[in-house]
């Protein structure tokens, strides 16, 4: 410890004390700790509580046919309690594609809650898909969802929330709020109407009881862009209960752009607006992740192999630019994104995955001001069907989950 003497310092010590604090500032960069999944899990998603626990959920067995099981901690992630499983049904979810597993959110009193599509043993099931054989296993795949128990101890059935919608396939999303309300979202087609990706739409079914009940699923976005068939979405409630969403479309099969959606009423409504473009007549599996700031989001995607992200106004379609991770892209897939209190964001993705093959995991800190922050880091390891999570700890640093 330096002690200063009780008088006013010099200029000179002035300077070389501003001097000091100052590039100490810029080289301050969070510490990230990398943890492998508890029980060799996959594809984890974590979220902390206003008390500080750590909350994740993680897939496991047959890549078509898996289950969800749920952990906490309460010492930062250090250790965790022993694992329950999620799905009511066994082997209910589905790991393969990286694209459709089960997305974790907590509500109101800390209650967790938990979507996923259901895998083709999965039931119940969901409205036909007309132009598929009936018998198809994959026809009628549901959108499924459980909460935790009013005790904490144990996952409550698995339901099907999908009621006037089919042809389930890139992965849903959910959000929960303090008030109890929560938001489960997928994209898919209506019953008598258009069919295809064209005719595609994203879904929103709505609590307002802490996910007791849910409204029939209405549509949060246009007919216009349609939706990516095997890509993923990301729902994100901000602390104002602003709802957020991010798809990417599928217009005329080669506008596969993404597309932010805003509601400021609860998803009684939503507006709609492209933050990125890119013509590609494939379907490229995307994942989308979300995080607070204090003037509003920061939503991150994959475009082209490389992952970026920009800042989007509370509750508003302003739109900053979108900007890529720094460095040569190499394959960069699935984002993920955590917010300390210092107001830095590091943001996760992988390189080099395929199908049923394993890459790497690679990460950059970003300082408040969204420069980069310290070196990037990479590390190889993760395993087929999977990716990170990321959650701040209390002295500052991030936990990296893979």
Request: proline share 6%; hydrophobic share 35%.
């Amino acid at each position: 410890m330096i002690h200063m003497p009780m008088f006013a310092p010099s200029r000179l010590v002035s300077r070389v004390l501003s001097f000091l604090l100052f590039t100490c500032a810029l080289g301050h960069a969070a510490s990230v700790v990398t943890e492998r999944v508890p029980g060799e899990g996959i594809q984890p998603q974590v979220a902390v509580d206003e008390q500080g626990t750590v909350h994740l959920i993680y897939l496991r067995g047959e890549p078509s046919s898996a289950d969800i099981f749920y952990v906490r901690s309460a010492d930062n992630g250090k250790t965790f309690s022993q694992p329950v499983r999620v799905n009511s049904q066994p082997g209910s979810a589905v790991a393969a594609g990286t694209i459709r597993g089960a997305q974790l959110a907590i509500g109101k009193n800390g209650r967790v809650h938990v979507a996923w599509n259901g895998s083709a043993t999965s039931g119940p099931r969901g409205p036909l898909n007309p132009e598929m054989p009936a018998d198809n296993p994959h026809n009628g795949l549901p959108m499924l969802y459980t909460r935790m128990n009013d005790g904490g101890t144990a996952f409550e059935k698995q339901r099907n929330l999908m009621q006037r919608t089919f042809a389930l396939d890139g992965g849903g999303s959910l959000t929960a709020d303090s008030d109890g309300s929560v938001y489960v979202g997928w994209h898919g087609n209506a019953i008598g109407g258009a069919i295809g990706e064209a005719g595609r739409r994203v879904w929103i079914a709505r609590s307002r009881d802490e996910g007791n009940t849910f409204s029939v699923e209405s549509a949060a976005s246009s007919t216009a862009p349609g939706a990516c068939g095997c890509c993923g979405l990301r729902l994100f409630g901000d602390r104002d209960n602003n709802l957020y969403g991010l798809f990417r479309s599928a217009t005329n099969n080669v506008n596969r752009d993404i597309y932010l959606l805003v509601s400021t009423d609860g998803g009684d409504s939503f507006r709609e607006k492209r933050m990125h473009q890119w013509n590609i007549n494939a379907c490229p599996m995307s994942a989308m992740a979300f995080a607070e700031t204090e003037s509003g989001v920061i939503p991150a995607w994959e475009t082209e192999e490389q992952i970026y992200f920009s800042s989007v106004g509370r509750g508003s379609l302003e739109v900053s630019e979108p900007a890529p991770m720094p460095g040569q892209a190499s394959r960069r897939k699935h984002p993920a994104t955590a917010r300390n209190s210092e107001g830095e964001l590091i943001l996760v993705w992988t390189e080099n995955t395929g199908w049923n093959k394993g890459g790497s995991l690679a990460w950059q800190v970003f300082d408040k001001q969204g420069r980069p922050s310290g070196k990037q880091g990479r590390l190889d390891g993760v395993p087929a069907w999977s990716f990170g999570a990321a959650f701040a700890r209390p002295d500052g640093g991030f936990t990296v989950l893979y």
